[in-house]
């Protein structure tokens, strides 16, 4: 959901720097292409400016703001990311349970590979709930893969896989599902990998199961070519859909492609694609075979977990 500007190369082992959701420029002045569009406020709950429109999607969009608190006691660096319902979701009913339970789920995980949030807040004046967090200063998996069409080599790809796959299995152990793991929803920071956007995140268990009493398929929300089979064909959200996804994301940073040239996944299934999977030679083959469970249609044989998955990346030694 995010469109940042591009970093030049893979952060390299050591470097860590203050992370920013966008733009690098100096000068944070509003471009006429990318003012707040509509009846949408410069400022919010008095407090923050909004700046610039750094990313926007189905169901949000997100601004580098300027918190004016911050600035009047001499922050040296007030700027913050915060993020809002599109349009599309004005006047839905559930549409602040829909943006508090992505807060809500990604505030229970407080992990280095996760974005971090700050607060959940209501404008009472314009009636807009968002969400302030961190800002990040990277690229996203999909425009790093614009730069890469033959995939990473595998120094590159295991530095972005672990910590990913890090992220992931301490969400999945704390009961929180992320619904859609997908490149554009992954960046490489200067200070490392971040996992973002939980908007069809779920709690599986805990005083959140329930929460959003959100029929995620009515918000026809899923990302077909990432999502998988069950979800597209009505069957709840479960850890085993995100292992698919997470798959799909590994498979196209290897490879420099998608595995089903990404077709929704029911259709893949439907004519055959997975019996085409070929093994990324760059992969130690102890990774290529739990990969290769993780990709398939059928969830009742995808039966590795984030964290099995995450042991053969990091264990993955022998060669083909």
Known sequence: MSSPESAQALPRDGERHRTCFASTDA???LEPSQSCAGETPKILAGRYRLERLLGAGGMGVVYRARDLLLEQFGDP???IALKMLSEAFDGAPD????????FALTRRLLHPNVLRPFTFEVDATHRLAFITMELMRGMTLDKLLCERPLGLSWPELKMIA???LDAIAHAHDRGVLHGDIKPSNIMVCEDGVRLFDFGLGLAEIGPLNGLPSLNRHRLNAWTPGYAAPELLEGAPLCARADVYSLACVL????????????LPSNQARDIGLERQLKAPRKLPRRCWLALREALAFDPARRGISVARLRDAWVGGAFWW
């Open 27 to 29: 000068s944070p002045t």
């Open 77 to 79: 660096d007030p700027y």
């Open 95 to 102: 549409a602040s349970t829909l943006l508090y339970s992505e």
């Open 162 to 164: 672990v910590p990913l």
């Open 251 to 262: 498979y196209e940073l290897a490879c420099g492609k998608h595995p089903f040239q990404r």
